[in-house]
């Protein structure tokens, strides 16, 4: 299964669980929207990105999650996290975590 297909299943579950959750987009990525503003999404480098906010302890999380930085003469996006394809398995409740701390 590609990152592309598990990240599909997991938005349309979100979609049919969660009242006012929809598909939307990120940056041209393929996203989960919560009243309309993007709290997850696939990134173009078949990663999953999070929305996690800006106290989030990455120290503390036993996971190999990154800081989101698509721009390389940027800064990172602040309060976003990305977490590889070989790490599926945490996709989905970190989708929950993200949800959670943007409604």
């Known amino acids: 299964m590609s990152a592309k ?8 579950t ?32 078949g990663n999953m990105v999070f929305k996690l906010g800006k106290d989030f302890n990455l120290e503390a999380e036993d996971l190999p999650l990154e800081v989101f930085s698509p721009f390389k003469s940027k800064k990172p996006l602040s309060g976003w996290f990305q977490l590889g394809y070989e790490h599926k398995t945490s996709w989905f409740d970190l989708t929950e975590r993200a949800l959670e701390l943007n409604q």
């Not at 297909?5 to 349309?12: G, L, P």
């Open 14 to 45: 979100f979609c049919e669980e969660r009242e006012l959750v929809t598909v939307g987009k990120m940056m041209s990525s393929e996203a989960i929207h919560y009243k309309g503003k993007v709290f997850a999404f696939l990134s173009t480098k």
């Open 5 to 12: 297909i598990y990240f599909e299943e997991i938005r349309t």
